[in-house]
């Protein structure tokens, strides 16, 4: 039945996230229906809508489950958008994952499974 999600975070600013998203995690964009973003990466989709509320941005985020998560990370790092507290580690979930604020506020965490049972 369900076949994807696809996180619609909040954006603050239409140019400011097209640029963040393009050139600090390489998303392409796709488009922008009045200040409704879309972008996407590996297949992946990731779409914001107009927010003017800056505490909501603050309380929003997405979970994006990925492959190579060390070569994202050492993509990312130069960047400067890790979180102070998202360094990439091994979470007791069995998750190697890290996290990174972007432009607005919105957290977003990247993992890769590695229980045994990814291995399989």
Known sequence: MFQYAVPILASLN???TINFYTQK???TFHSSWGGYLIFSRDGMNLHFWPCDNAEIAKNTGCYINVTEVDKL???YEPQGVIHPEGKLE?????MKQFSI???SGNLIHFGEDVSEEADD
């Open 14 to 16: 239409e140019q400011e």
């Open 25 to 27: 995690l390489g998303f």
């Open 73 to 75: 990370y050492a993509e």
């Open 90 to 94: 091994i979470k007791p979930w069995e």
């Open 101 to 103: 604020l972007d432009n």
